[in-house]
């Protein structure tokens, strides 16, 4: 990754998604004592959330779930379950707070970490990108996880400029393609935002480098559509490409929507790409190896 900067060309424009991870994981309790574990996924209007219940399995509509009791200390936060609105889906949850909810979440939340991390890494901030800002997804950007604010100094020394956006990750980004058909596939949905002028200094750069697939996500939903919203766009082979020129990427898993992604972006040419990384021990998932794709090269 240190020679990143010597891979980027002046006149580039690096683009990176700027959202943070919520401490999105409560660890509460029904009245009657049984623990259940709450994933806010989505906020889908004020207080109102999508959520995964784990231990769950008993809850009802209309139960108030609550953090256990410190002593001599009221919780400043409860969590009222709504309902579902398909067996399979996730809940719909809305939270009971007074004033501001993030500063109820930081208190009782955790940052959701990927299971597989071993202990040394379960720092809640090696989980958070260097340029981290709002507070919203339920997974982080990954690709960018790489970067740090000394190789970052160092490309825009070499002339690269840096571009924001923001896409909210939910967990449905990993959700694997279980079906032969990638067309049937169902695609999440997501929130994005990108700005006029960002949109502008992408038109007006030598090349647009994305930091991670969801960047890709944001700025080809942005140039196909309206600059924010929800996008549901399934980028596999065939995709028309109209903004991005070259990815960063982490290496991802079989069957998933990335992949596709990786594939509609340089061709079989992928396939070669992992062979080398898995003859060479490269590292998958969150904080695993990445790579440097050019569309340009087929």
Not at 29 to 56: F, K, S
Not at 106 to 111: A, D, I, L, P, T
Not at 118 to 129: S, V
Not at 179 to 187: C, F, K, S
């Amino acid at each position: 990754m240190a020679d990143l900067p010597a891979l980027l060309e002046p006149g580039d424009l690096l683009v990176v998604n700027d959202t943070r991870v919520l401490p999105a994981r409560l660890r509460l309790q029904r009245a009657t004592g049984g623990q259940v574990e709450v994933l806010l996924l989505e906020e889908t209007e004020p207080r109102r959330w999508q959520a995964l219940l784990g231990g769950g399995r008993r809850v009802k509509p209309g139960e108030v779930l609550r953090p256990s009791p410190a002593a001599g200390e009221p919780a400043a936060l409860a969590v009222e379950v709504v309902g579902r609105a398909d067996p399979g889906g996730p809940w719909e949850v809305r939270l009971l707070v007074e004033g501001d909810a993030e500063p109820a979440l930081r208190r009782h939340g955790e940052v959701p970490l990927p299971p597989y991390l071993r202990p040394a890494a379960r720092d809640p901030e090696r989980y958070q990108t260097v340029y981290a800002r709002r507070a919203a997804s339920a997974a982080a950007p990954t690709a960018g996880l790489h970067l740090t604010p000394e190789l970052l100094g160092a490309c825009e020394a070499r002339g690269v400029q840096l571009a924001r956006v923001e896409l909210v990750v939910g967990l449905d980004t990993f959700r694997p393609v279980a079906v032969d058909d990638p067309a049937e596939h169902p695609i999440h949905s997501e929130r994005y935002a990108v700005s006029p002028e960002v949109l502008e200094a992408c038109r007006a750069a030598r090349r647009v480098v994305a930091v991670g697939t969801t960047t890709v996500r944001a700025l080809e939903s942005a140039a196909a559509g309206p600059l924010e919203g929800r996008t549901r766009l399934f980028i596999r082979r065939g995709h028309p490409w109209q903004v991005v020129d070259v990815l960063l990427t982490n290496f991802h898993v079989p069957r998933s929507t990335l992949l596709l992604l990786v594939d509609a972006f340089v061709g079989d040419r992928w396939r070669a790409l992992y062979g080398a990384a898995l003859a060479r021990g490269y590292r998958f998932l969150s904080f695993g190896d990445a790579m440097l794709l050019d569309r340009g090269l087929r």
